[in-house]
């Protein structure tokens, strides 16, 4: 379960507000889709969950860990995959898997096994011999992808997951998100992909300006919005324009 | 035009010189700190000017004395050329094939020429000061002794503007067949790596000049050597005219033709490479890309190797393991990194070697003499070794070097004493290793007791480690993590510069009082296992505050913006 107690971030001296009192709550098992317009705070939110930025103010809490007072065991749940995929161009794939199997002390057998697993179900077999610097930009995405997954982590988070993937690699991934919250795990992950969204989560949210103007299963949102067949594009457009008029 | 457009637009996009950069630098409030690196750049600037003075004085002695009072600027063109050929050769084949802004210029509707022209100007631009580096010097010590005159005045412009024209051509043509002979994705660390030796002989050969013409001047022996400077500086006229012609104005018989000739040569050399260059600049880019390419396009289907069981592939390494691994690849990700290290691992033997050749035999011998019989050798070799092994800028960017990367450092649940603890173990294999080696080599020169190796090894190690606290203290504090250019990361980083200086003091607040106590007459054995001691108290000291730092950054005191 992930919880978000009105977290705040702020950039470049507090001129920047990226993330405003945001509170939320993300189930066991549930398979939450994050929204919002470009510089509206997804990625900052994201960052925030998995560690990389420390919240000005509020708490993030993972399984009932706070991710603040106990990052080491927080970390251990997560599975991350950023947007852009940042890895060591200079190892070659598996040696990258090795590493990060090491890192989250994943036991020999068992990593060869989620290897060969994950690189079968990702069409990596062939790549992972060969240094990360050569890869293209979607080879690296599965790579980061297989690297997120690898110690089979109880909360997955992706930023922009789909980006880059041709279309097998985005339909596997949509199942293995799929599938993991069948087994109990929590999926967040954003996107601009309103298709996406729309067939796959329980629920979405949806930021704009660093505030959450809304979270809820689709259907809700549609009787909220009060028009029971508009499309999730037309309810995030609609929301995000009254939010900007609004202020 | 477009041409001038795009060489503007290279230049504001990767540069911060411009006003909107410095606007930048100083909203960002960076401006002090690129004050205090371009401090730094020109501390390193007036060294060079400085050993220039002192040769192109000598020289100017030299070609007064034989007739050609021209002679110091023509060496310092000829230094020029050689320096820019050699150093242009990465630059054209980093600005030419392997910059990132050419994914968008490439589906530009921009023609070759107007790409290779606008980095041509950057470029050129680029080659411009370092020409004048070079020629000022020079020109002062010539005008000062000579006065100046409309001839000298017009050559000397025309050379500190076209000087560059000839190396950059020529070095811009031969990355032209390199492209075509040599698989350049492959090798490209190897034409790097040869560059920069070639570069490090060139200041070899530059010092040896200085210091062999100002002991050879100062003994009384100038007739012979100028002689020599004179028949040699007449050679080198005859095989290389454009130099000859160059200079010509600052000589007795100063003309208008050979100046001429000059700015003609230049130009042809320009339009030569300009005229080439673009003929298959498209296609050697994309076959470079392709070259490039991933596993998926161009090594499907590979066998040997790849047939392996994915177990031995990627066995289980422990964490200290995996994390040196880590450490290896991200040194080894750039050749600037690793060029760096490589450096400062071998600064000691250079040093030596390169004293060794410059100065006369006999006044090595004297100085060895001199040192062997000190009874503070051992220690002071000890703190010397160890300082000079210190003095490195791998671990005190070490975080900084991760860029982009630290994001998984920071993921992974792995905590910051343990990827601490892996930088460290680093910096001894590669740091402690040299000092080994170091101190073998002070054995075989000095011949120090052999007794002394209980101390000196032992608080080598704990200096060390005690400089390795220090020094990457900066770093980790608050690591450059959003760099664009390898330089920013390593060279042009001020967590360097004080890393370093805090290494150092660490080093010489725990040697100099011992070395000191020797000097009053206290027993050196003594003094040198006390500094030894005292060595690993303030390696216990600082390392276990490092480590409970290192704890707390990586648990949240370290932040990914962007």
């Known amino acids: 379960m992930i919880q978000l107690r009105r977290i705040s971030k702020s950039y470049d001296k507090g001129r920047v507000q990226a993330v405003k009192d945001l509170s939320l709550e993300?189930?066991?098992?549930?398979?939450f889709g994050f929204l919002g317009p470009n510089g509206a705070g997804k990625t900052t939110t994201i960052k925030m969950i998995v560690g990389l930025l420390r919240p000005?103010?509020?708490?993030v809490v993972l399984h009932g860990i706070d991710a603040q007072g106990e990052p080491l065991k927080a970390k251990r749940l997560v599975g991350y995959c950023p947007d852009e995929p940042v890895l060591y161009e200079r190892m070659t794939g598996i040696r990258f898997?090795?590493?990060?199997a090491d890192a989250y002390g994943v036991p020999a057998d068992e990593r060869t096994?989620?290897?060969e697993e994950l690189a079968e179900t990702f069409e990596l077999n062939d790549s992972l011999r060969e240094m990360v610097g050569s890869y293209s930009h979607g080879t690296l995405q599965k790579l980061s992808i297989t690297a997120a997954l690898l110690h089979d982590p109880d909360i997955l988070i992706l930023d922009e997951p789909i980006v880059g993937l041709d279309p097998r690699a985005a339909y596997t991934l949509k199942e293995t998100m799929k599938s993991l919250c069948a087994r109990g795990k929590t999926v967040f992950f954003s996107t601009h992909i309103m298709e996406v969204a729309e067939r796959l989560c329980d629920r979405v949210g949806i930021i704009s300006r660093g505030e959450l103007i809304a979270a809820a299963p689709l259907e809700e949102l549609r009787e909220t919005a009060g028009e029971r067949h508009a499309t999730l594009e037309k309810l995030f457009l609609e929301m995000t324009d009254e939010d900007s008029r609004a202020r | 035009m477009k041409t001038l457009a795009l060489a503007e637009a290279v230049i504001r996009g990767t540069t911060w010189l411009t006003p909107d950069g410095v606007r930048d630098l100083l909203r960002r409030g960076r401006l002090l700190t690129v004050t205090a690196a371009g401090l730094g750049v020109l501390v390193g600037l007036a060294m060079i000017v400085f050993m220039l003075v002192g040769i192109y004085r000598s020289l100017l002695l030299a070609g007064t004395a034989s007739g050609h009072p021209e002679i110091s600027i023509f060496y310092g063109l000829l230094g020029s050329w050689v320096f820019l050929f050699l150093t242009a050769i990465p630059l054209a084949l980093s600005v030419l094939y392997y910059s990132r802004d050419l994914r968008l210029l490439l589906t530009l509707p921009l023609r070759p020429l107007a790409i290779v022209g606008a980095k041509g100007a950057v470029m050129y631009l680029t080659c411009l000061p370092v020409n004048a580096v070079f020629l000022l010097p020079a020109m002062c010590i010539s005008v000062r002794a000579s006065g100046i005159t409309a001839s000298a005045a017009?050559?000397?412009?025309?050379?500190l503007v076209l000087g560059p024209a000839l190396p950059l051509s020529l070095a811009v043509l031969a990355v032209l067949g390199l492209v075509k002979a040599v698989n350049l994705t492959r090798y490209r660390i190897a034409f790097e790596a040869v560059g920069m030796g070639l570069g490090i002989v060139l200041v070899i050969g530059l010092q040896a000049i200085l210091a062999r013409s100002t002991i050879g001047l100062a003994s009384g022996s100038s007739p012979q050597a100028l002689t020599g400077i004179a028949e040699l500086y007449t050679r080198i006229s005859h095989a290389l005219p454009p130099a000859a012609w160059a200079v010509s104005g600052f000589g007795t018989n100063p003309g208008v033709f050979p100046l001429l000739l000059f700015v003609s040569v230049s130009a042809a050399a320009l339009a030569a490479a300009l005229g080439l260059a673009p003929l298959h600049f498209l296609s050697d880019v994309m076959e470079r890309r392709e070259a490039q390419g991933g596993p998926g396009v161009a090594r499907r289907g590979r066998s040997g190797v790849g047939d392996l069981p994915l177990h031995l592939w990627s066995p289980a390494r422990g964490i200290l393991r995996s994390l040196l691994a880590r450490e290896w690849a991200l040194i080894s990700s750039n050749s600037t990194f690793l060029f760096k290290a490589i450096s400062e691992l071998l600064v000691l033997p250079l040093l030596l070697g390169v004293y060794g050749l410059i100065?006369?035999?006999q006044l090595v011998g004297q100085a060895m003499g001199t040192i062997s019989s000190t009874p503070m050798l051992s220690l002071a070799l000890m703190g010397v070794v160890a300082l000079m092994t210190s003095l490195t800028t791998v671990s005190s960017t070490s975080l900084s070097r991760e860029g982009r990367r630290m994001s998984l450092s920071l993921m992974i649940p792995v905590r910051g004493r343990v990827q601490v603890w892996a930088k460290l173990v680093f910096h001894l294999l590669l740091f402690y290793s040299a000092y080994l080696v170091d101190l073998a080599l002070g054995w075989l020169l000095f011949r120090f007791p052999p007794v002394s190796l209980v101390f000196m090894l032992p608080g080598g190690l704990a200096l060390q480690a005690a400089g390795f606290a220090a020094g990457i203290f900066f770093d980790l504090k608050r690591p450059r993590l959003m760099w664009t250019h390898p330089q920013q990361a390593m060279k042009n980083n001020m967590n360097a510069a004080a890393g370093i200086g805090c290494s150092a003091a660490a080093i010489l607040l725990i040697v100099g009082p011992f070395v000191l106590?020797?000097?009053?007459?206290?027993?050196?054995?003594?003094?040198g296992c006390a500094a030894g001691a005292a060595a690993i108290v303030l390696a216990g000291v600082l390392l276990p505050?490092?480590?409970a730092f290192a704890d707390r950054q990586y648990a949240g005191g370290i932040e990914i913006e962007g």
């Open chain 2, 154 to 159: 017009v050559s000397g412009l025309a050379v």
């Open chain 2, 517 to 527: 106590g020797i000097a009053r007459g206290l027993n050196p054995f003594a003094m």
């Open chain 2, 545 to 547: 505050r490092l480590f």
């Open chain 1, 56 to 59: 000005d103010t509020g708490h």
């Open chain 1, 26 to 31: 993300v189930k066991k098992g549930e398979l």
């Open chain 2, 359 to 361: 100065l006369p035999r």
């Open chain 1, 97 to 100: 898997l090795s590493f990060i």
């Open chain 1, 113 to 115: 096994r989620r290897i």
